[in-house]
């Protein structure tokens, strides 16, 4: 039973360029979360999406960056000409519903760690 | 608004002694709290939570928690530190505020054991 998945595991890109992180939620989740570690900083809560709905975006910046979780495949963050600031790891988490219930948990993916030249 | 505080940036202790992750809350209703721990250049790994009943907490790795409502406390203890938990570990809330979960996380702690 394979756990959350994300690719790559590390990305460089230079200033200007997009960069693409997936994440393959665990089998039976439709349910995804992103975050956002900056250096020496915890977690940021970036977008929630169920498939082919966007239900949360209020931590993502409202320029450069887009996600979506389409019917089939994985889970995608874009961001758009990157920056210095991009320069993060990406984590990305999966539950089996909105998980109102206690008994339900969301599961961390190893992260994308992005470096932008 | 919600947000978790953890007042140590960084801990060191010895091998074989014990140790105490201090970590506070802010939020208006019953929180749901987690422990999660991040080895280095790794995930994060669930080590305990907490949703309801007994406010002592057991978790994975010898590890547990206690809640105190009273303090807005959810620190982490261990009996006897081994080398392998030198991480970094982070106390979460989640926000129901929008109608479904959200992690809140804290800015961490970051642990190093001495041999």
Request: glycine share 8%.
């Amino acid at each position: 039973n394979a756990g959350v998945m994300q690719n790559p595991r590390h990305l460089v890109r230079r200033r200007g360029q997009e960069a693409r992180l997936r994440c393959s939620p665990m089998k039976g989740h439709s349910h995804v979360y992103w975050y956002r570690q900056l250096p020496e900083e915890g977690l940021k809560f970036m977008v929630y999406l169920q498939k082919e709905n966007i239900i949360d975006e209020s931590g993502m910046p409202k320029e450069r960056f887009s996600a979506e979780f389409p019917k089939e495949g994985p889970s995608i963050l874009r961001i758009q000409q990157v920056v210095r600031g991009d320069s993060a790891a990406y984590f990305c988490a999966s539950s089996p519903r909105s998980w109102t219930r206690p008994t339900d948990t969301q599961y961390f993916g190893p992260g994308t760690r992005l470096t932008v030249l | 608004a919600q947000s978790v505080t953890q007042p140590d940036i960084h801990i060191t202790v010895s091998e074989g002694a014990s140790l105490e992750l201090r970590c506070n809350y802010s939020y208006g209703a019953t929180p749901y709290l987690f422990w999660y721990v991040q080895s280095p250049g790794q995930g994060l790994q669930l080590l305990l939570k907490y949703f309801s009943g007994d406010t002592l907490v057991q978790g994975i790795k010898g590890f547990e928690a206690e809640f105190k409502r009273s303090q807005s406390s959810f620190n982490l203890r261990k009996p006897s530190v081994h080398w392998s938990d030198a991480a970094e570990y982070f106390c979460a809330v989640a926000d129901f505020s929008g109608g479904y979960n959200k992690l809140i996380f804290g800015a961490g702690t970051r642990l190093a054991v001495h041999p």
